[in-house]
């Protein structure tokens, strides 16, 4: 089990981690969602020991790993570029870590074979062991890379975006083949992603990582129905958010009064979140029984295929997005600058307390 | 000017460029076969080979003394090999350091680079005082040795830090994941990694080494490296033993080259840095 206590990372004036806690457990896969510049590549240096924190411990079942040289760790460590050894070729690249490590240096010269053997196996690239690093596509390369870790059989392997530098359908595979790689080898896989639908696909558990500490950790379907801060809504990038202050049982927002049903001390300065396929769209006098609305002027729409993106834009400037599904259609044809109602079932709203 | 007069000019810019550059070494080349009756001039009286024999000795004895290359040669190989070896293991060190932020690295750069800027006559003449107030022998494998390092080690150094510079770390940092220790992990991905650039520095520091003259003038002593002894020739007489001898080594200069060349080939082909992506 590794643990974080409190780390912080300070960069000058700038704080890339702020007493950030964490537990990763034994046996799991676990992703964590980040923006860019948010410290998560830090937050993955500091565990391998290529930086230290400023304050705050690192613990691997217990024993502090912080202030320890990264060589004797015993962590795996993905780069996003790979960084294999170009002077090398695809065999000799997966057995360094057992030819040179300090301890535990294999000497057999026919069991570093078999064992690299094995791990070239096991990522799929059996008979590419006579290549050089520069003879193989980035797929195989970002094989090479998890089989060269793996092979050392370290206590955690941490993934910084693996599959950042892969093709759009190479990632869909290789995201299966990671998944299924790490069941059968037991191992903990920390993986740090930039993209929600990739943290959420590869994740037992995600955690959400915001201004230098986890928002929220859970499993992938609970942080996507309810996310527990304003936060961790905004990285899962499928909730509207819009702030206002509670008003005798109401809330004040820049859209006007919707109803809250939630008991919340008047002045309370709260933000309501509506995921985008839980609002439906209609002219303004058609909004369906029992539902909330407010009033929003279509802006643009966006096709993505199965699914498609529509951007409503209401009196005070505030972006909302709506998201129908293809076969399943909800939306009416939508005119450019016309005002439509865009109404909820209460229940599916959300509300979050604090200033935004 | 007009864009169809550029080209023509720089075309002949840059003829005239080469023609200066290689025109004096080719006078001389032509000048070596001389015959023994001609002089150090045109017109050739007679194409032959007889000064490349005097200058080994084969010839026959002559009126004309022959080159006291042979000591001062290999007095100036070693020199340059020593000088080599210092000074690049010197510089990747010091361009090492330089890769992390360090404080007063600023200054310290400018005291490194300092070493070539300076004017040779001036620190060959100090470092003469200095070892007669010391009361220190003066010779080439001493003084002129220490100068020799102080000139060429800020080369190596630039080299290197160059070199340092579009390397990427994180193929060092993955190493280190894999439990290797620091040291191992210099000889077994920094240092085959970096090795085109110490080649590229070892060829800067050896040559000019090999034919350093105003450092080594003051510092010698009373064996001479070679530039000093052929200087020495001049001031007697000039025949064409001496252009035979310039193009022996200039023959020589070339040949280092040529296996620096295919050194480089060999350990850069298709291998620099393939294995990473461009992140």
Redesign the interface.
């Given at each position: 089990m590794l643990k974080l206590n409190g780390v912080t990372r300070r960069y000058g004036d700038i704080v890339a981690l702020d007493g950030l806690d964490l537990i990763v457990p034994d046996d799991t896969y676990l992703s964590l969602l980040g923006a860019s510049g948010s410290g998560k590549t830090t937050l993955l240096r500091l565990i391998?020991?290529?930086e230290e924190p400023n304050e705050g411990e690192v613990l691997l079942n217990g024993e502090r790993l912080d202030g320890k040289?990264?060589?004797?760790r015993?962590?795996?460590?993905v780069?996003?570029?790979?960084?294999?050894?170009?002077?090398l070729s695809v065999s000799d690249?997966v057995a360094?870590?057992l030819r040179?490590?300090?301890?535990?240096a294999i000497e057999s010269k026919a069991q570093i074979r078999e064992r690299t053997e094995d791990a070239l196996n096991l990522v799929g690239l059996d008979g590419f062991g006579h290549r050089?690093?520069?003879?193989i596509s980035?797929g195989q390369?970002q094989r090479v890379?998890l089989a060269?870790?793996l092979v050392?059989e370290?206590r955690i392997v941490l993934l910084d975006e693996p599959l950042?530098?892969l093709d759009a359908n190479l990632r869909a595979r290789m995201c299966d083949e990671l998944r299924a790689i790490r069941e059968r080898l037991k191992v903990s896989f920390l993986h740090v992603t930039g993209s929600e639908t990739e943290a959420l696909t590869m994740g037992d558990t995600v955690a959400v990582l915001a201004d230098g500490k986890i928002a929220q950790v859970d499993d992938s379907s609970t942080l996507f129905s309810q996310p527990k801060n304003p936060a961790a809504a905004r990285h899962l990038n499928a909730w509207n958010l819009l702030p206002g202050v509670v008003e005798g049982g109401a809330l004040r927002t820049s859209v006007g009064l919707l109803p809250i049903v939630e008991q919340v001390a008047d002045n309370t300065p709260v933000q309501l979140a509506v995921r985008f396929d839980e609002i439906g769209v209609c002219d303004p006098a058609q909004v369906p029984e029992a539902h909330d609305h407010f009033e929003a002027t279509y802006v643009t729409g966006e096709f993505n295929g199965p699914t498609a993106l529509s951007f409503f834009r209401t009196p005070d400037g505030e972006l909302i997005q709506v998201v129908d599904h293809l076969s399943d259609s909800r939306l009416p044809d939508l005119k450019e600058g016309q005002a439509y109602a865009l109404h909820f079932p209460p229940d599916a709203a959300v509300l979050f307390k604090g200033a935004a | 000017m007009q864009v169809g007069l550029l080209r023509p000019a720089l075309a002949l810019y840059a003829a005239l460029f080469l023609l200066f550059l290689y025109g004096p070494m080719i006078v001389l080349a032509i000048l070596s076969f001389q015959s023994q009756g001609g002089g150090p001039q045109f017109p050739i009286q007679e194409w032959s080979v007889y000064w490349y024999k005097h200058l080994l000795g084969l010839a026959e004895t002559s009126r004309v003394s022959q080159l006291p290359v042979g000591d001062s040669l290999i007095r100036s190989l070693v020199l340059a090999f020593l000088t080599t070896v210092v000074s690049v293991t010197l510089g990747t060190m010091s361009a090492e350091a330089f890769r992390t932020r360090f404080k007063g690295s600023g200054p310290v750069f400018y005291l490194i680079i300092l070493g070539m800027m300076v004017p040779g006559v001036l620190v060959g003449l100090g470092v003469a005082l200095l070892s007669n107030f010391l009361d220190i022998g003066r010779a080439w494998w001493s003084t002129s040795f220490v100068l020799h390092v102080v000139y060429t080690f800020p080369f190596a150094f630039l080299v290197m830090l160059a070199i340092f510079n579009r390397f990427d770390r994180s193929v060092e940092e993955a190493s280190l994941s894999l439990g290797v220790s620091p040291a191992q992990t210099f000889r077994r991905v920094t240092f085959p990694l970096i090795f085109p650039g110490v080649l590229s520095a070892m060829l800067f520091s050896f040559t000019l080494s090999y034919d350093e003259f105003s450092r080594t003038l003051f510092t010698a002593g009373a064996d001479l490296t070679l530039p000093l002894a052929i200087y020495g020739t001049f001031s007697v007489e000039i025949y064409p033993n001496v252009f035979a001898f310039g193009v022996l080594t200039t023959l020589f200069s070339f040949t280092l080259l040529v296996i620096y060349g295919l050194l480089m080939k060999r350990f850069t082909r298709n291998k620099r840095f393939a294995g990473q992506e461009d992140a």
């Open positions: 391998a020991g290529y040289p990264p060589h004797r015993d962590i795996g460590f780069f996003q570029n790979f960084a294999l050894f170009p002077h690249n360094f870590g040179y490590r300090e301890s535990g050089g690093v520069g003879e980035g390369r890379a060269r870790t050392t370290p950042g530098a | -």
